[in-house]
């Protein structure tokens, strides 16, 4: 990509101009006082004239005789350039007498006319000349990479880009470059000692032999398990009694009458699946069967998500149905919103069982303004979700509880203690009503 232009240049269209206006305007920099400063930085200098304050700079001075004699004794005189079109700073490292050497080599080229010699090079001499100068240009470094060097590229694109053919050329070249050769050959030996893990030692317990009088063995031997049980207690060897065994000798008054012996353990069988049938209750609910009071449905898994719309959809309009559980059925907040709509809805469920599946505090919140509106709901459990329903939502449950006099039993565990303590003191007071409307009756 071509370079942009400068800011401080008047690069015309002649590249003779541009090259001459590039070489007057070199970086200069000063050398080691044992060494000979280059070309490059006298003739820069030489162009350069004396400033106001005593300030070297460019452009100033173009008399070229003048601006050498003015800059060598200056600069050499406890003055040091620091870069192009910048304030010179002082060094007291050069002495004036370190101007005159340099000063004699450069007699030679004040009579150098720069525009012939530039006339005399050809178009490749310019370009070559050019794109040196273009390498010793320090605002190269504060371009980006794509700023730092023109394109020189001359050859014409062969097509659009491939990436699998590319990859091919890259592997293809990659396996025909011929490895490089070991200074050292390789060969397998291995130097050194063998690291080896220490092993700590494992402790051996001896077990003793207890040796026993002949006396003493016959006794134990010939013992029943009422004598060796009896001989346990009295020495204090509990551990060797089962709970089961203590009991009975407590309970009874002929002690331990046994020897501990293992008991026998009691499978735990997994619980049954549910038999309920899915379909035939849906069915059944739809037909508003009297006869049919509760369906559960707990730890049905394979319920589709359609189905259980339909139930709350048919609840709607069913009279008869008192208890209704979804418990641990994977339901989520579809299903939450489906029956919310159906408790705004029903006036004949008394109890609703949502526990143990994977309804978020968005769901429980729409059940919970549903709620609001139902006054024949009595039991509702909502415990053990996927997660944490919230402060905000256990606050609404609160305020629901003491606006709702229906709810007897709300089957939550509450995490923050305001709404726990609020949600109880309207359960309490829901229960004493429904007490005091008892007892008025029983009373008439």
């Given at each position: 990509m071509p370079r942009p232009p400068r800011a401080n240049s008047n690069v015309g269209r002649d590249k003779t101009a541009a090259v001459r206006l590039r070489t007057r305007h070199l970086p200069g920099f000063l050398p080691h006082p044992t060494q000979s400063p280059p070309i490059g930085f006298l003739w820069a200098t030489g162009r350069a004239g004396r400033g106001s304050g005593g300030v070297i700079g460019p452009g100033q001075g173009e008399a070229p005789g003048d601006g050498v004699e003015e800059a060598g004794a200056d600069a050499w005189g406890g003055r040091t350039c620091i870069g192009q079109g910048q304030q010179l700073r002082r060094s007291e490292n050069y002495a004036p007498e370190m101007a005159l050497p340099f000063k004699k080599d450069l007699e030679k080229y004040k009579d150098i006319d720069e525009d012939e010699l530039l006339g005399k090079l050809s178009e490749e001499e310019l370009k070559q000349l050019e794109t040196a100068l273009e390498e010793l240009d320090p605002e190269h470094s504060l371009l980006?990479?794509?700023?730092r060097q023109k394109d020189q590229t001359v050859k014409s694109?062969?097509?659009?880009?491939?990436?699998?053919?590319?990859?091919?050329f890259l592997e293809k070249q990659a396996l025909e470059y011929k490895d490089r050769e070991d200074?050292?050959?390789?060969?397998?030996?291995?130097?050194?000692?063998?690291?080896?893990?220490?092993?700590?030692?494992?402790?051996?317990r001896v077990e003793e032999k207890v040796t026993l009088?002949?006396?003493?063995?016959?006794?134990?031997?010939?013992?029943?398990?009422?004598?060796?049980?009896?001989?346990?207690?009295?020495?204090?060897?509990?551990?060797?009694v089962s709970n089961t065994h203590y009991l009975d000798s407590v309970g009874s008054k002929g002690g331990l009458n046994n020897v501990v012996k293992g008991e026998k353990v009691k499978p735990v069988f997994d619980e049954p699946p549910n038999p309920?049938?899915?379909?035939?209750?849906?069915?059944?609910?739809?037909?508003?069967?009297?006869?049919l009071v509760e369906v559960n449905l707990n730890n049905i898994k394979n319920i589709p998500i359609p189905t259980l719309k339909d139930f709350a959809e048919t609840l709607k309009k069913n009279t008869h149905l008192?208890?209704?559980s979804l418990a641990a059925t994977r339901s989520n907040d579809p299903i939450a919103f489906a029956f919310a709509d159906m408790l705004r809805v029903n006036k004949t469920l008394r109890s609703l069982n949502l526990e143990s599946n994977f309804i978020t505090g968005v769901g429980i919140q729409a059940?919970?303004?549903?709620?609001?509106?139902?006054?024949?709901?009595?039991?509702?459990?909502?415990d053990n979700q996927r997660q944490q329903l919230g402060a905000t939502v256990e606050m609404e449950i609160a305020q629901m509880l003491e606006t709702n006099s229906s709810i007897l039993k709300f089957g939550y565990q509450f995490t923050q203690q305001g709404p726990r303590t609020r949600a109880a003191a309207a359960i309490?007071?829901?229960?004493?009503?429904?007490?005091?409307?008892?007892?008025?009756?029983?009373?008439?």
């Open positions: 980006p990479a794509g700023f694109p062969t097509g659009p880009f491939d990436r699998d053919q590319l990859l091919a200074y050292v050959p390789f060969t397998g030996e291995k130097k050194g000692k063998l690291w080896i893990p220490k092993q700590k030692p494992v402790e051996q009088d002949p006396e003493l063995e016959e006794a134990l031997t010939s013992a029943t398990d009422t004598e060796l049980c009896d001989l346990a207690a009295i020495l204090g060897m509990h551990t060797l309920t049938n899915v379909e035939e209750s849906l069915q059944r609910i739809k037909a508003n069967d009297p006869g008192k208890k209704f059940i919970v303004d549903a709620l609001k509106e139902n006054e024949t709901l009595m039991e509702i459990k909502i309490t007071k829901n229960n004493d009503l429904v007490r005091k409307k008892r007892v008025e009756r029983d009373a008439y």
